[in-house]
């Protein structure tokens, strides 16, 4: 037998699953079938107001939409963010929905001009990524006759402790070394540009609350070194994100109010008054309130292992598979929908419906008995699901997805 996560402490401790008061069978049927993903929105408000409510009054919070681009996920949650943060053309489009393009900016490597001039067009801050795409987001401002507003992606010269995904202090596609950044800062000033600042991301999936103390510092300490030794002021310095939430066994997850506190008093200390400190977001806000749902089509056994087959799979929910970011495969908290709160009397493997052994949405878990027919729970698909598994492998159809509990304007 192996461990699973904790479940999201909003459905712990029931007998049955219920999302937003009903089972998991009431949202199937309205959604129509199975495989589907079901988003809780109270629980992405709840997140921000808990953020909102830790962080000091001065640090604007932004959502970064790859976590979760669904429309109505945007048009949810814009109201309660300050700005988005998009890492593609499509998702700046996406964006520019919902929010005005002086609150967006758009990172990522390897955009095409195409995408440059989406976002020197709409006015979107662009977070250069090297040099060469500087020069090219130039070129296109003054061909359009438009002044580009320009941030610098800095490769900080430091990496989050214990992140999951390690973005910094060493060689990287993404951002600009550090030693390299107050030269090009002085370089699009005198080309006229409106220079915006920084965004400065050390890593993904942080748990612990001193690491991202320590990298929120350090990060505040970059940006006004950067900026002293340009000779200019960062009107806007977005510190990252990475905050985690708890995937596996033994995983607690970040005291927030630990880091608002010590993220003010590094303001006090060192942050400069003139500019606009922004943390950015997503797995943090929309992790927990997705619940994947799926339907066992078979029940077998294969030496002593008792597997159930079900509906859905890795091309819809990759990350619970173990193969997106992660080095070990470890179990997501899985449940059976109607009968969570049993005793667990048997050890299951729950594998999906593609022909690859590395369809295992859960490995030797204890479970409750279930039998064909039977709903199985994936809890944390609320971010990096959907839109971060590879759908078209294998030809099975899409998953549906559902919003409930949202604001009374998106319903
Ligand atoms: C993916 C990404 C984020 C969001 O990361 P989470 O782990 O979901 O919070 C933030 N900023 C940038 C630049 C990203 O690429």
Redesign the pocket.
Known sequence: MKPMGPIPPEFAGADALTIAGHDAEHWIAQAGDTPLFVYDFAIVAARVARLRAAMPDRLHLHY?I??NPHPVMLAAIAPLVDGL?V?SGGELEKALVVKPAGVVSF??PGKRDDELELAVRSGATL?LESEGEAARALAIGDALGITPRLAI?VNPDFDLKGSG?K?GGRASP?GIDAERVPALVRALVSAGADWRGF?I?AG??ALSAAAIIDTQAATVALARRLADEAGARAAHV?L?????IPYFSGDQPVDVEAVGAALGECFERDGDPDTQYAI????????ECGVYLTRIVDRKQSQGETFLIVDGGLHHQLAASGNFGTVVRRNYPVVIARRMGAEETETVSVVGSLCTPLDRLADRVALPHADVGDVVAIFLAG??GFTASPSLFLGHPSARERFVNLPDAER
């Open positions: 970064a790859k976590a943060d890492a990172a990522g977070n992606r995904m973005m993404f965004h991301y993904s999936q977005n990252g994100g990475g905050f985690g950015e977001l997503g797995r943090w806000l929309a992790g971010a990096y």
